[in-house]
């Protein structure tokens, strides 16, 4: 893009330049965009890099506006500003950290690499959104619409994607979002809804969970340890190779997930339902199963041993070549199960799965 003003010009020749003013103006949103052109911080890298209080303004002055203005009229400001490159990557020249973005429509632009970490956007609209390389860290975004926004990368390593650790996300929408490759590390998403989303490699290590929503969404080679999944509703979920090491699933819905080749160690599905999930190869050493309903579960190869069946459903459950060293059982009332494992022989020395 071409600069507006001659190369040659230096920030203090321009009166304008060396006292910005005040923050108050007049004239709505096109007297505020003629304002920051008229600071040149516009296409001029040089004043980008050597005038401090001129940037200092132009955040305060768009701060100061984003408080004013209508949701609607939020929408332009963003785009022009992001049109810019002014309000882009990990230092931009606007930066927008705290700035009440809230019920704000944003929904269907290309907002890449927008740096808005810590800003307000309670129940903003962000569907179809492209938010690759976005930093929207610490962010409260509770109640905001993602619905096919995307903000994972692209598998082959060309785009990265967006950063939302610690952010508030508590009952927002992200159905069939892209989220692969997301960092959500520590982030708040109870009651959350990712329904057939695309959740592939992203990192949710220590997030809330609870009663979140991923019925049939892609969660394969996912991040889980240590998360707050109490009450959650997985089902049809696809958590091939996840890690849900340390995670509470207490109560959690899981019919007909597969988790076959996951590391769930020290994870506490007591009372959950897992009927007929798959759990081929899985890792569930000192698995806390107590009361939960593993009826037509198929366990080929899992790694059971020191974890807790007891009280269990577990009524045409595929044991087949599992690993039950020091397993807790209650079968009563499941007579010729502890005959076929006895038959079997499938109590077996454990061995180290992963």
Known sequence: MISAYPQSENIGENKEDSAPGDLHITGGLDAYFDRIKSLRVVNNPDALNSSTRILQFATDLTLKQLELIEPSQKRT???FLHKLGLIIGSS????????????TDLSGLSLRGI??????????????VDLRFANLMAADLRGANFHKAILGSDMKGGTLPANLSKARLDRATFSEANLNHVRLSQASLNHAQFTDAQLEGANLAGAQLRRVNFSRANLKNSILTSTDMRQAYLRGACLVKA?????????AELLGADLSLSKARDV??????????????????????????LENADLEGANLSTSDLRDARLNRVNFGGVLLEETKFDLAGHYWLGRWMLASRIVRPAQRAF
Do not use: M
């Open 77 to 79: 400001l963003i785009k």
């Open 92 to 103: 931009p020249a606007i930066p927008l950290a705290g700035a009440l973005l809230e019920e």
């Open 115 to 128: 740096n808005l970490s810590n800003g307000r956007l309670k129940g903003a609209k962000l569907a179809e």
């Open 243 to 251: 890690n849900l090491c340390g995670a509470n699933l207490v109560g």
């Open 268 to 293: 506490n599905f007591s009372k959950a339902d897992l009927g007929q999930v798959v759990l081929h190869k899985t890792y569930l050493y000192n698995t806390n199963l107590q009361a939960c309903n």
